[in-house]
């Protein structure tokens, strides 16, 4: 068989599309492994929702609490992706260190594991539509998930600026110290 003839295989295929994709050496540019990233940085799209729904879908991630008669269960949802992380106290690492599976120790425990979940998958932020009667159990999930580092409230998306606008925002990857600034200004001739 000539090289020309030969059949073409799934192997032949991957190596030629990592051929054709495989960036040149010159090249200066940085891809993306982080699909977080825009998140973080504030410039990523968040829908809107519509107007006439109740919690609204406003946010990149959302706590999500379902309660049964047994177990409890915490999710938190990307908008488009899905559920992300959960903890629930159904999984047995959770059930074997609980006395029951659905009492106030189990909402302030579940509420610990998921926001160290969270904190190692990178969410420091998101959204809470709940509103927890004073004193209820939910209430004390929600304040374990607050205290261990994950804010309900998510950070405004930057607006696009255009060039006629008069103000700037600033924008979050640019660190200005007061130092830096302070020294700028004094050095500056007159």
């Known amino acids: ?10 192997a032949r295929v991957l190596h030629k599309i990592k051929e054709l994709t495989k960036p040149a050496s010159d090249a200066n540019y940085v891809i ?3 699909p977080r990233n825009l ?3 504030r410039i990523a799209y968040k829908p809107g929702g519509y107007h006439l729904e109740k919690p609204g879908r406003s946010y990149w991630h959302t706590l ?5 008669g047994r177990y409890v269960s915490a999710d938190v949802k990307h908008y488009e992706n ?9 999984e047995w690492a959770i059930k074997q260190q609980l006395y029951k599976t659905n009492d106030t120790s189990a909402f302030v425990n579940l509420g610990r594991v998921l926001a160290q979940r969270c904190l190692q998958a990178g969410i420091t932020e998101m959204t809470c539509n709940i ?6 159990k939910l209430e004390k999930l929600l304040q374990a998930v607050q205290t261990n580092g994950v804010s309900f409230e998510e950070p405004t ?3 696009n600026t255009q060039p006629w ?6 924008k979050p990857w640019e660190v200005f110290e007061q130092a830096e600034i302070a020294k700028a200004t004094t050095t500056q001739p007159k």
């Open 1 to 10: 068989m000539s090289r020309r003839a030969r059949p073409l295989t799934s």
């Open 165 to 170: 606008d008069a103000y700037r925002h600033e």
């Open 39 to 41: 998140e973080r940085l």
């Open 157 to 159: 998306r930057l607006p």
């Open 82 to 90: 899905g559920n992300i992380l959960s903890a629930s106290t159904s």
């Open 32 to 34: 993306n492994r982080n």
């Open 131 to 136: 509103k927890p009667v004073p004193g209820s």
């Open 64 to 68: 999500e609490i379902t309660t049964s």
